[in-house]
Structure formats: C-alpha cells, structure tokens
C-alpha cells in the first residue's frame, strides 16, 4: 500500500510540473494530426469499433516512433536553427529583451556555473560543488522545459494543417476562437486562456530558450562572491 501511496505521490508531483503537460500535449496533438493524415479520422472521432478493426499493435509503434524523431530530431535540430539566427540577429533585437535587474548588477556579484565548478574542484569544497549540482540540476529542467515548450509549439503547427483535412483537429478549438462571431463566454474565456498559454510558450523558448534575448546567459547572482580564478579575474570586465 505504501509503494503505491508513494507512485501516486509521484505522479501528482509531475502532474504539476510543466514540462510534462507540454511533452504530453505535444504527442497529443501529434497523434491527432498523424490520425488525421493516415485514418482521415481526429483523435477525439476514434471509437471501440475503429480502435479495434483499424488500429492495430504495428500503427501504435509507428506512432510513438515518428513522435520519438521528432523529439529527439527536428526538434533539436529546428531550435538550433533558431539559435544560429539569434547570432545573425542585430544587438538592438537581444536588447530590447534584457532584463534590467543586471544591469546594475557588478562583476563580483555574479558568476557562472563554470566559474563555480572550478571554484570548487580548486578548492576541494564540498559545499560549493553541492551548490554547483544543484543549480546544474535546475538548468538541466529549465533545457528540458525550452525543449518541450517548443515541442509544443511544433506540435500545434503540425496539427493545424491537418485542420485542412479535418476540422475536428484539435487546433480547431484556438482556430474557433478567431473564427466564431457569436462565442458563448464559456468558448471566449477557453479561447483566451489557450491564447495566454501559447503566449507564455513563445516567450519562454523562443525568446529565452532560443537566444533571442540576453535574459538567459546563465549567470547566477551572489553577493561579492570569490567564484571566479584570481588569475582570470581581468576576464570579468569583458561580460
């Protein structure tokens, strides 16, 4: 009973956390375009009769394995494109979405992962190397959280141009929204509440997960910290 409590526990844990909804919705809208591309049927159309004559164990595979090279591929792949265009990008377009708090930040006041590392394997500190996987461990959720916000976003793009094939595509929900004339409060309220979410995506990996910004440069506030090597410390004028 105890082991099961604490399987419970842990799936509502993730529950709560947005990385998974993003990975979750991203197959979500995957299968449904991919269901309307070969069936011709929406995801949310598919009854026990086609689920048992049409679909088959070897589909299911096919499925799950176009969504892992998406995934693991095009995505990856499509977000370093991004990323190569955030170089060519002029400096006024990064600017405009610094974030001010650094601006008045000193030098000694900041560091970056790599500056505590060898801080603490210089020193042979504990602590300091503690700290270090810590934030190591947080920036490694923040990557995966960029990675899956864009899988999203990718997703909702494949899934709309199925839209053309099948208007039961679930991109026909926020396609609605902008559609409809006479929406009830209740189709309004879910429409805005798609288009915040979408809004809060493309913030959070396009603009700070694809370098378009210099909000996300990885450095880490620590009031006059001793972090970076005496003998590179000239170095830190120049970030």
């Avoid at 030098?107 to 810590?134: C, G, H, T, W």
């Avoid at 979408?198 to 006059?224: D, V």
Wanted: charged content about 20%.
């Amino acid at each position: 009973m105890g082991k099961i409590l604490t399987a419970i526990n842990n799936q509502l844990d993730k529950a709560k956390d947005f990385r998974y909804f993003a990975l979750l919705g991203s197959f979500v809208l995957f299968a449904d375009a991919l269901s309307i591309l070969i069936l011709n049927t929406a995801l949310i159309d598919i009854g026990y009769k086609q689920l048992t004559q049409e679909i088959n164990f070897g589909g299911i595979l096919i499925c799950f394995t176009l969504f892992a090279f998406f995934v693991s591929f095009f995505v990856p792949l499509f977000r370093y494109i991004l990323i190569y265009l955030s170089f060519l990008a002029p400096h006024k377009v990064l600017f405009f979405f610094e974030e001010e708090r650094w601006g008045d930040v000193k030098p000694i006041d900041y560091f970056y992962m790599r500056d505590l590392k060898e801080f603490s394997v210089r020193n042979n500190n504990s602590v300091a190397f503690k700290y270090y996987e810590d934030i190591a461990g947080n920036e490694s959720k923040t990557q995966q959280l960029y990675h899956y916000s864009l899988s999203f976003l990718l997703a909702t793009i494949f899934n709309t141009f199925s839209y053309t094939k099948n208007s039961d595509a679930l991109a026909s929900t926020l396609l609605r929204f902008f559609n409809s004339d006479n929406s009830s409060l209740s189709e309004n309220i879910a429409g805005l509440t798609i288009i915040t979410l979408y809004i809060f995506i493309f913030y959070s990996e396009i603009i700070k997960g694809c370098g378009i910004s210099t909000i996300s440069r990885g450095k880490y506030y620590f009031r006059k910290n001793k972090f970076r090597d005496p003998e590179n410390s000239h170095l830190s004028n120049l970030d």
